[in-house]
């Protein structure tokens, strides 16, 4: 079965969890808030509700549980033994945390749910929660139980252009460049694990590994990381995305 993937999207990392959560839990809240005076809340004697604004928006949200445990995790040969199982969690608790390395707050970096053909999901972490257990005689965890909450961002939502590694040009003037050009089809070269990714087919074709989601919506792609007996279709020309806006 295909591992839950979080795939960055302006460093096109990817993130395998170890395990695929027992369940998802999914949780809408409408775009709604209480009528208010300029004072306070507005209520009423005669009303058994409060008066609602409608806002729009709102907010959708996505809770993993995701289990790790060093024993179940697959080393490369001759590495050293894995004994601390936060060097397996610690990538995704990052995905969480707000400082961007250069003295100022950040956002967190936008990512895309994926699991096989039937989620991917563009949104930031939340929030993370560990729960850690099977502690050696040094104090070393062995197993964690780890919680992601996962807000949804629209796809028309850009990130900080300012961000390490951010394309030249924005994802929605990147798409409408590619829109009306000359495609050829591509063969990914390689299957598998040893196989070329989507970030690497961006970079050569599109000019910009982090357009690696334009890659995937030209082809119709459900899972940009399945591509195993795909054809792909990619700009004629890669320096389309780079060109002076028309």
């Known amino acids: 079965m295909e591992k839950v993937v979080l795939l960055i999207e302006h460093s096109a990392e990817y993130i395998r969890c170890l395990l695929n959560p027992e369940q998802l839990e999914m949780r809408r809240e409408a775009g709604l808030a209480a009528r208010r005076s300029s004072g306070a809340q507005l209520s009423g004697t005669g009303s058994s509700d409060d008066p609602l604004l409608y806002v729009g928006g709102g907010r959708t949200e996505f809770t993993l549980d995701l289990l790790f445990d060093v024993s179940l995790a697959v080393q490369e040969p001759n590495s050293p033994a894995l004994t601390d199982v936060r060097e397996l969690t610690r990538p995704l608790w990052d995905l969480a945390e707000n400082d961007d390395g250069r003295g100022r707050y950040g956002r967190p970096p936008i990512v895309y749910f994926l699991w096989g053909t039937s989620w991917n999901i563009r949104g930031v972490v939340a929030a993370a929660s560990e729960r850690l257990e099977h ?62 990714r989507p970030d690497q087919i961006a970079a050569q074709h599109l000019g910009h590994s982090a357009y690696w989601p334009l890659a995937a919506e030209m082809s119709g792609l459900d899972n940009p990381m399945q591509l195993v007996g795909k054809v792909l279709k990619v700009p004629v020309d890669p320096g389309i995305v780079r060109g002076a806006s028309s």
């Open 135 to 196: 502690f050696s005689a040094d104090g070393k965890p062995r197993r964690s139980w780890l919680r992601l909450r996962l807000l949804r961002v629209a796809r028309n939502e850009q990130a900080d252009a300012s961000e390490p590694g951010a394309p030249p040009v924005p994802m929605d003037e990147a798409r409408r460049r590619l829109q009306d050009s000359e495609t050829r089809m591509y063969q990914p070269i390689g299957d598998g694990a040893g196989g070329e």
